[in-house]
Every structure is written in structure tokens, then in C-alpha cells.
């Protein structure tokens, strides 16, 4: 069974082999096989939109996708999120010296497919090993570059008293694969991460000229993170209805079992979205008529205060702070 | 000593108080302040050049640098092979647990000072934190952009027979720095690594209106490798002039005690130049000017044949192959 060696990050022989072998088969375009130091892109017309993550997920592979295929989605849906049409990505991994290199392989072809859906293009890379121990596995830094269409103002500082809080579909799914991968509890054959590409349906969504004010994906720390970050940024408090909120039951039961609360567990595929008031009904159709929206709901209010603080009306008719969280949640999740 | 914890890398409160208290003093302006998933830049009128790369150095502080300013000016340096004017860059960190606080700020403090050397923006971040013994201390990748003026056409496969090859000075710096350094060889003061920006005596030299039409940092591999990479890459020979090529009495003997050929040592602030014969003295001359160029040297010529090889002329008068390294040559040296 053929390992990573050192050798494959010396920028010698093995490395060229690897680039050309592997990396120029599975990404093949014309400004990859440029072949500089830096690859040379067209000019892209208007603002761009920049994003970079590392992914550091343990498993590397998991019920729903891979570190290749969260890599390029998480990478692409930040880009989304700002409204732009996502162009670029590049890729950088970190090998652990003895990595086999088919499941490398597996993560590079797993890569290339999610770019293609996508529709971006992997345009320039980069590949270190470090020693046995040093790393686990393997890590993958994504960078992307995105276009931003003329007139749109998308951000978490837009929200204002009286929009309407949407979010696309059950919540908790990847954070609660990922514990039940971990823990050995996979006996649920439907549990599986919600790893997936957003562009496409934000285009949708933007297509239709609604007063979309803020897109956010929660991914780390979960829909209660993301919520107090938009209620700080945007100076404004949110009301979030417990019973409105999708969750499956899977997640819910996992959850009990494991201390975890949906709510503050990483998401890999949903979008947070913030618009007028009277534009909610018309947004929740469209996003409900494409495959990553289907369970798509009117979550929550933005109210005039306290500001800075999201509020959680459970389904008993009580209120409570859905504070932001302290310590250190679920590690590695993404 | 306050330290590095998971919960500094969950997204929760520690990720938004290291963000804000570390990441946002140093690296501060008004596109990274925006807050938002991906960061938005204006229109950038031109061809765009990219470039990534993760740097996994060890040790992390070493005589002329740390992994911080190595980062920055990597990037920066590869964009600037490409003709371009380097404009921003991405920094992605994943740091160990318990890695010190105050040595993560000094490394921040430092790329922020080289960035603003450089003149970029550090525009987006992301930080992730794994645990003990999954990564060495810390690992950063740096993804840059900048914009290449018009007109310009600068790649490895532009090298044609006639063409003169410049080196911007010593070579082997680096790469024999760190060596020392992890072999406790510190008794030289004045071995440093040559890490350091190459973008001013670029501009410089693309002010003259010569033909350059090769520039390449010979890094990971030294001169050898990479003038193998442009000799395959524009299906021509290479005859390198032993003589010419100026090496360090320290690099030297050190190359010697270690078994290390300076010719395939890593730099850290030097370029290939390739340029018409013509404006070979012309462009020498710009280069000597430039505080990183005062050692400049004409070092070879570019041959019709053998394709996609090099050959060193030595210095007694024999002529051999430098091959391109097989094997792992020095793990972990950027």
C-alpha cells in the first residue's frame, strides 16, 4: 500500500510526481496547468469576495462527505454568503507523513467532483508533509475567490427591527454525525452530515429581487453562535420561536443522549437568511422548491432590543438568553 | 502563561476574544474589520495572480525570521513572480494546544509588520485549534492576490536559447540557517536565513521596460530545482556557471559539515531572473541598486539543448548534470 513520504512535500521528484500524478489528473483546468509560482486569473468584473478555512475535521471521513468535500463546500458557501457568485478556489494540505496515498486520493476526487458542482475552478495548490505525529492525518486549508454582483449590500450588519429570520432546513445535522461517527453510534442509517454546497440555492433566492439583508451559514457553534453574532453586528436583538425551528429527531435524541443542544451544533449545509418583513412569504417559497431548502422555515424576529442579545421562545411559552457559548463545544468539527 | 485551549478555536466566546484582542490590533483595516464570512474588496481593474501556501517550518523562530514574517513574505514573493503588484492576503492558523499566547503574538505582531512593509492587507482569517500532538506548535497558510499591470507576460515557460539567467544573490541562506539552528550549529552570528520581501526590487526592475521573462524564488529545492522546473517548463537547456554563483563562506563550509549542496538549498529571499541578453547588464545593474540585490550575479545562459535539463559548468573546467533531487532533501524548511 503506497504512503505519503516526506519526500512528497521536498518540492524534488516525488512532489512534482504527486502534482502531476494526482493533483493536475483529478483539478485539470487551463490556469492549474499554468504551473508558476502564482497562477494568473482574468479580470474578474466588480468587488471580489474572499474567504479562507482550514479544516482540521477528525474523521476525515464521515456519514455524508469528506475533508475534501466539506473543504470545498465550507469554502463556497462563505463566498455565498457575502451574495457572490463563487470563481475560485485554491487548495493547500498538510500531509501526515504515512498517509495512504489512496484515501488521499479518495479526498482529491471527492475535491474535484464538489468543485465541479459547484462550478469553480481549483487554481493553484500547495502540498507540505510533516513527520509522523505531527499532524493528524491530513489538514486542508481552502481559499476561494467570488464575484459580487453589482448592488448588493449582504452582510451580518444589515439586520434590522422587524425582518424576518429564515433558516433552510434542519439544524445540528453535521456536528451530530460527526459525535456519532466519533462515538461508534451509527447505527442510525439516516443520520448523516448535511456537508453541501449553498451557492445554488442563494442564486435562486437572489433572483428574485427580495431585500435579502443578511446570509449566514452557522457553521462552528451552531445556529445560537451565528444569531448573537448578527444580533452584535447589526445592534439589535433576535427573537428566535423554539417550536419553528427544524430539527431532526435523530439530532434531538443524539443530542439528549450525548448533552449536546441542537442549537449550538455545527451545520454544514444550512443557510441563515434575514429579510423585510414583507418579503419572508416569497423568500420561503423559492427556498423551499430547491433540494437544499426543502425544510425551510420563518425561524425568528430582529427587535429593536436588547441589543446585541438573541432570545429563545420555547415551545412551553417561556423566554431565555440563547447566550453565546463559552468553552469548547465540540472540537474538530469542521 | 496563558495558553492556547480548544475553546479558542470552537467559534464560541475564546475564538471572538482572540479575534478581536489579538488578530484585529495587529492586522487592523477597514476590509478585514467588515466581519463577515468572506471579506469584500473593490474592483481590482486587470488580470488577477493568486497563490497559497501552508508553511509548517520548524523550528518556528530561527536566526532572520519566524514562521510569521516566512508567511508573509512567501506569499507576497510568489505573487511578485508573476509581474504582479501584491494587494492582499488571507491567514489561516492551526495552532496546537497549549501552544503560548505571547509567541502566537509574536508571530502576529510580525506578519503584521512585514504586510506593511509589503504594502498588502491582510483582508480574512481563520483560526482552528487541534489537539496536543496533532500538529507542531503552529501551522499557518497565507493565500495572496494581487494584480498583474497590463501587458505583462512573465512564466517559467518563457525562457528561449540566448537568454541570460540572473541571480539576486547568495544562495543556500535559508535553508543552512535553519539546519543550524536545529542542529545547535549557532556559533556564526552572521548566518541568518535571507527570508525576506522581494516585491520592491521587482518593481524596480519591471520600471526599466527590459524583457524579463522569468522570475522565480528558488525556495524548497534551491537554484538546482528550480532552474530544472523552468528548463522543463520552456523545453530548453540550462548551463549554469559554477563560478558566478554567489555562495557564503559559512554556507559553504556548513553545506560541507552537514552533506548539504548549496545549489539545492532553500531561499528565502532571492530570485531567478531570466531576460534577454541584450538588457542582461541593464537589468544587473537596477538589481545591484536594490538592498536585496546588492549581490546580483550573472550566473548562466539559456541553451537550446539538452531540453529540460541543466548542467552546472564547474569550476575547473568540467561540466555535470544538476539533477533534480530525489529524495526528501530538507523536511520542513518553509
Chains 1, 2 share one sequence.
Do not use: W
Amino acid at each position: 500500500m503506497e504512503r505519503i513520504t516526506m519526500a512528497h512535500g521536498s518540492g524534488g521528484r516525488a512532489s512534482h510526481q504527486l502534482i502531476h500524478d494526482l493533483f493536475y489528473k483529478y483539478f485539470q483546468n487551463d490556469i492549474l496547468s499554468q504551473g508558476n509560482d502564482a497562477s494568473v486569473v482574468p479580470n474578474i468584473p466588480g468587488r471580489l469576495a474572499v474567504s479562507t478555512d482550514s479544516f482540521v475535521i477528525h474523521p476525515i471521513f464521515f456519514p455524508g462527505g469528506d475533508i475534501g468535500k466539506l473543504a470545498v463546500c465550507g469554502t463556497v458557501n462563505d463566498l455565498a454568503m457575502s451574495g457572490a457568485r463563487p470563481l475560485y478556489i485554491t487548495v493547500a494540505f498538510i500531509i501526515e507523513e504515512g498517509f495512504l496515498l489512496k484515501d488521499l486520493e479518495k479526498i482529491v476526487s471527492s475535491m474535484s467532483q464538489t468543485a465541479k458542482e459547484a462550478g469553480v475552478k481549483i487554481i493553484t495548490g500547495d502540498t507540505k508533509v510533516v513527520e509522523s505525529g505531527s499532524a493528524d492525518h491530513l489538514y486542508i486549508n481552502t481559499t476561494g475567490i467570488g464575484m459580487i454582483p453589482e448592488g448588493l449590500q449582504i452582510g451580518g450588519q444589515y439586520a434590522r427591527p422587524g425582518d424576518k429570520v429564515l433558516i433552510s432546513g434542519t439544524i445540528g445535522d453535521h456536528g451530530t454525525a460527526i459525535m456519532a461517527k466519533r462515538k461508534g453510534f451509527e447505527f442510525s442509517l439516516d443520520l448523516v452530515s448535511d456537508c453541501g454546497l449553498l451557492n445554488g440555492l442563494i442564486d435562486q433566492m437572489l433572483s428574485i429581487k427580495a431585500t435579502i439583508k443578511v446570509l449566514r451559514d452557522p457553521t462552528r457553534g451552531g445556529l445560537a453562535t451565528t444569531l448573537n453574532e448578527i444580533a452584535i453586528q447589526s445592534g439589535v436583538g433576535i427573537l428566535l420561536e423554539e417550536g419553528s425551528v427544524p430539527i431532526k429527531q435523530e439530532v434531538r435524541s443524539l443530542g439528549e443522549i450525548l448533552g449536546l443542544d441542537p442549537m449550538y451544533i455545527a451545520n454544514e449545509g444550512k443557510v441563515i437568511v434575514i429579510v423585510d418583513a414583507k418579503d419572508a412569504e416569497q423568500v420561503l417559497k423559492v427556498m423551499k422548491r430547491h433540494p437544499m431548502g426543502t425544510e425551510a422555515a420563518v425561524v425568528g424576529t430582529i427587535m429593536d432590543a436588547p441589543k446585541g442579545q438573541v432570545y429563545l421562545k420555547t415551545e412551553i411559552g417561556g423566554t431565555r438568553i440563547l447566550h453565546m457559548p463559552v468553552g469548547e463545544l465540540l472540537p474538530r468539527i469542521c
